[in-house]
Nanobody, 114 residues
């Protein structure tokens, strides 16, 4: 499965951005869809995930601010990011986990200024 992420940009602290990851096939049978991020000089980290059945999971620092969702009609997984803080700055990657394989999309840069 190929993934294409979009929606990054620059925003002031307190603002919002919506990231979208388009899959070039049906996402109905994808076990897990995730958003990860990598800040400058740091390791990539899991931000949020959504399972096939709709169960979501978030890292503590984004709980209550970020919402992950999947649209099976359009084969997208979105990340709504609200109340952004400078610590949210980084390159965001979508990731699809299937049985026996996984795929990463290209990153999209999010920059949050104070």
């Amino acid at each position: 499965v190929q993934l294409q992420a979009s929606g990054g940009g620059m925003v002031q602290a307190g603002g919002s951005l919506r990231l979208s990851c388009k899959a070039w096939r049906s996402i109905n049978n994808i076990n897990l869809l995730e958003w990860h991020r990598q800040a400058p000089g740091k390791q990539r980290e899991l931000v949020a995930s959504i399972a096939m059945g709709g169960r979501t999971n978030y890292r503590d620092s984004v709980k209550g601010r970020f919402i992950i969702s999947r649209d099976t009609a359009n084969n997208t997984v979105d990340l709504q990011m609200n109340s952004l803080i400078p610590e949210d700055t980084g390159v965001y990657y979508c990731h699809a986990v299937l049985i026996g394989s996984d795929t990463w999309g290209q990153g999209t840069l999010v920059t949050v200024s104070s």
